[in-house]
């Protein structure tokens, strides 16, 4: 009962986040059930997990497993909504994990740390080097976090091995599954994001080689016109 009744709070309090800084996300029933799907799938994935597969996570793992989980969702609001309401869903469930984890804040923390990073990573992806430091810097933030915080709570030097082995696993794993799950969702929800528009500027598409072949002033001049507009974007603080 009081599980629930922390998770209702949880919901309140991101509505009211969402009416009070997101009035377009909130007046958008589109954007609401996306971001629906993606908590929900996230808390479902994180609690049927172990036993719909046949395997008995333990504390530790499962701890890890909602890490996962967490990161994977905060990542995906952040490129599909706003990285202002993924730091948000982040915080608030990543207590959510601790809480499930036997009540062990070290993995609320990792969770967090997690998230935060791969937030600011994904919310800035531009090319695919992009991509590779985002996955670089979450496993790092990861080690340095199981490491510290399985200090503190007196882990032994095999179980700070094997949480960081944990850690850069679900760092890569979650990375994958938000290049995927922005892949299945940016169209169904009418969503652009960079991810998608990096796609659109291959310049292996046969429109934009047909351009190239058949009116190269015109794509020259639309080079031109892009970058000037890239330039005041940047000038102003613009995405």
């Given at each position: 009962f009081y599980l629930a009744l922390f998770i209702t709070g949880i919901v309140a309090l991101i509505g009211a986040y969402l009416y009070r800084y997101h009035r377009p996300v909130y007046n958008d029933r589109r954007l609401l059930w996306l971001l629906a799907l993606?908590?929900?799938g996230s808390m479902a994935a994180f609690k049927v997990a172990g036993s719909a597969l046949g395997i008995k996570l333990d504390t530790t793992q499962y701890g890890y497993f909602g890490a996962l989980c967490i990161t994977t969702a905060s990542m995906l609001i952040a490129v599909l909504l706003q990285p202002g309401l993924a730091v948000l869903v982040a915080g608030l469930f990543s207590l959510h994990v601790g809480i499930m984890a036997n009540y062990d804040?070290?993995?609320a923390g990792v969770s967090l740390i997690s998230s935060l990073v791969g937030i600011h990573g994904f919310s800035r992806?531009?090319?695919?080097?992009?991509l590779?430091?985002?996955v670089?810097?979450?496993c790092l933030a990861n080690t340095v976090a199981i490491w510290v915080l399985g200090s503190v709570s007196g882990d032994s030097l095999q179980g700070r091995m094997?949480?960081?082995a944990w850690g850069v696993g679900a760092s890569v794993l979650a990375c994958l599954v938000t290049w995927l799950g922005v892949a299945l969702f940016e169209r169904p929800f009418g969503i652009?994001?960079?991810i998608g528009l990096l796609e659109l500027s291959d310049m292996n598409r046969p429109l934009l080689r047909r351009l190239l072949q058949e009116a190269p002033g015109t794509y020259i001049h639309s080079l031109n016109v892009g970058q000037l507009a890239e330039a005041a974007a940047e000038a102003l603080g613009a995405d």
């Open positions: 993606i908590v929900v804040l070290r993995f992806i531009r090319d695919r080097g992009d590779v430091r985002t670089l810097a979450m094997t949480g960081v652009t994001t960079h």
